[in-house]
């Protein structure tokens, strides 16, 4: 078990580029989520998928957001024409079932100049 | 949706020192964690509590389901205790971890 993996670590990329960053959960966990977080704040609900299912997402994931799950193993999380707004710390978590913990990654610092 | 608010939301504490961080949430949860965040950003989970009571070294808590709060207890705080303390629940129902407002810790030597 060698946890739930982000990368990269850190992106830092012009206004209007986009990005991908890519989660690899622990391997028996079928349920991932992605989270950002801003400076200040507690981590906030992006989306969940159950295996390669795209089950939940938050209304917080604009248009411009999008993640794929394809084969219920890992997981990216894509923004297109990216914004200063969208500087944050976006963070990948799996766990086994919705009663049962949830393991985080390290997560991936987003900084659009 | 459910609230979850933690208390106090600051915390400055001598080395050596105990202290006690608590939960609130407004709804019934079948999930409830403890985090710590590290000044990296890592999340490190310090228990899964959805009721009862649990101990890991310095640190314990205590779930009360029924009356919809948690406590967090840490004692002989060191320097490394720093960081940002989470609760997160699952509202029964839900299929997503919802985080509280926090507590910052800062342990002075």
């Known amino acids: 078990d060698t946890g739930v993996s982000q990368n990269p670590r850190h992106k830092i990329t012009k206004r209007g580029q986009n990005v991908t960053f890519r989660c690899d959960p622990i391997s028996e966990h079928n349920r991932l989520y992605w989270y950002r977080q801003t400076l200040g704040q507690g981590p906030e609900f992006l989306t969940y998928f159950q295996n390669e299912a795209q089950l939940e997402k938050s209304r917080l994931l604009s248009d411009r957001f999008s993640a794929e799950r394809p084969k219920g193993s890992f997981s990216t999380l894509e923004i297109q024409r990216t914004e200063q707004g969208d500087s944050a710390m976006y963070l990948c978590?799996?766990?086994?079932?919705?009663?049962?913990?949830?393991?985080f990654g390290s997560g991936t610092r987003l900084t659009v100049v | 949706g459910i609230q979850v608010e933690q208390s106090p939301p600051d915390l400055i504490l001598q080395e050596g020192a105990n202290s006690t961080l608590r939960c609130n949430f407004s709804d019934s949860v079948n999930n409830l964690q403890w985090f710590h965040q590290n000044p990296w950003g890592q999340l490190i989970n310090l228990f899964y509590?959805?009721?009862g009571t649990k101990q890991n070294g310095r640190l314990s808590a205590t779930t009360v389901a029924t009356e919809r709060y948690s406590l967090l207890y840490i004692s002989s705080s060191q320097t490394t205790d720093s960081g940002v303390y989470f609760c997160a629940v699952v509202e029964t129902g839900a299929n997503n971890l919802f985080f509280g407002t926090g507590t910052r810790l800062t342990v002075i030597p």
């Open positions: 978590a799996s766990s086994r079932d919705r009663v049962y913990g949830y393991t």
């Open positions: 509590i959805p009721s």
